[in-house]
């Protein structure tokens, strides 16, 4: 009986999250990304027409950690949504 009334419990506990939702957050993190980039790339070309070409490597590795952390949450996003993951509180 204990058990039946403890499997109730952790099975209330976990929250369905919708495809909506997965999708949105994979939408915020692409438009992120391609702020983020943007800025980058003009901060880059600022500093290269400004005669300052050492220091332009800093926004061009920081344009591939953008885009290398914002595919994986992307992907990681997609998995989610597709094997409908439920959220456990």
Same mark, same amino acid.
């Given at each position: 009986m204990d058990q039946c009334r403890n499997m109730r419990l952790s099975i209330g506990k976990r929250r369905h999250v919708s495809n909506a939702t997965w999708l949105k957050l994979s939408s915020e993190t692409l438009n992120g990304m391609m702020v983020a980039v943007l800025l980058a790339t003009t901060a880059s070309l600022f500093l290269i027409s400004s005669g300052m070409h050492e220091t #332009? /490597? /800093?926004?061009i590795v920081s344009i591939v950690v953008v885009m @290398? /952390?914002?595919? #994986?949450? @992307?992907?990681a996003f997609e998995y989610f949504r597709v094997e409908d993951t439920l959220l456990t509180a």
């Open positions: #332009a /490597i /800093i926004p @290398v /952390i914002g595919f #994986a949450l @992307v992907k």
